[in-house]
């Protein structure tokens, strides 16, 4: 955890409001915004606390991030420090990309090897390492193509969102795979054991079968917790005003 900084004039030249993205630089400390009155005060960076910073994403920190981003997103990203947290992000993106592999194989794996319904084959271990492989790197690829997608969008709607601080964002919001992992694992494991074979499962609606349509729509399910997480994050940040020992540009409107 690093220091806040003591003494700090705000609102400084790159000064927004929190709430409506109005410039706010020149204003008193203890004026209201223009544009839409909230207290000039509220969007000081001394309100933003949370700071994650640390060389090495220890097992305790873990777990208070995963507390953090997964309980009270909201709020934490409305206490998220507007500057760099080293490392750590991406520390965290790689350890729910990890875990979310892991719950998946380990769902669809334990299923196929213990809870068997009459016609279901056991699913051998080297597909459940492969499968546990392919969506640890497929999350982290995801998350990165997200990353690219906010910082875009950002700059199309005038937010200060640039991909650093988009980054981050993903990073954090990445424990939203770890239940989108859970309900992956259940409904790979329940198409598996109910679906497939079933005559119903190959049917076909035009050109596509019922049974790819299931998995398609399981792939889409599975990115809700991740994109609505983003999204809480993104509208958490987007005038947020850094801290005073980093740079930061208006935005192009
Ligand atoms: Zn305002």
Redesign the pocket.
């Given at each position: 955890m690093a220091d806040q900084p003591t003494t700090f004039a705000f609102p400084n030249q790159d000064a927004?409001?929190?709430?409506?993205?109005?410039s706010?630089k020149g204003l008193a400390s203890d004026a209201?915004?223009?544009?839409?009155?909230?207290p000039v005060a509220e969007?000081s960076p001394t309100k933003r606390t949370l700071v994650l910073a640390g060389p090495w994403l220890t097992l305790k920190l873990y777990a208070r991030m995963l507390g953090l981003f997964l309980l009270r997103p909201k709020q934490s990203f409305r206490s998220l420090a507007i500057r760099s947290d080293g490392v750590i992000p991406e520390q965290f993106l790689f350890r729910n990309s990890f875990l979310a592999g892991l719950i998946i194989s380990a769902i669809v794996f334990i299923g196929s090897a213990f809870i068997i319904p009459p016609r279901f084959h056991t699913i051998p271990i080297q597909s459940a390492l492969i499968l546990f492989i392919a969506c640890s790197i497929g999350i982290s690829l995801l998350t990165y193509i997200e990353m690219l997608g906010v910082t875009a969008f950002s700059r199309r709607r005038g937010w200060r969102v640039p991909f650093p601080l988009a980054q981050r964002i993903c990073c954090l919001a990445s424990v939203g795979w770890l239940p989108g992992a859970a309900f992956v694992g259940l409904g790979i494991w329940m198409i598996q054991a109910f679906g497939v074979g079933r005559p119903w499962f190959d049917h076909l609606l035009g050109l596509v079968r019922v049974g790819w349509l299931l998995y398609a729509g399981l792939f889409v399910l599975s990115f809700l917790w991740f994109e609505t997480l983003v999204w809480i994050a993104v509208r958490q940040v987007r005038?947020a005003n850094a801290w005073p020992d980093l740079p930061q540009s208006t935005p192009k409107t």
């Open positions: 927004l409001c929190e709430r409506c993205g109005y706010i209201a915004c223009p544009e839409c009155g909230q969007s005038f």
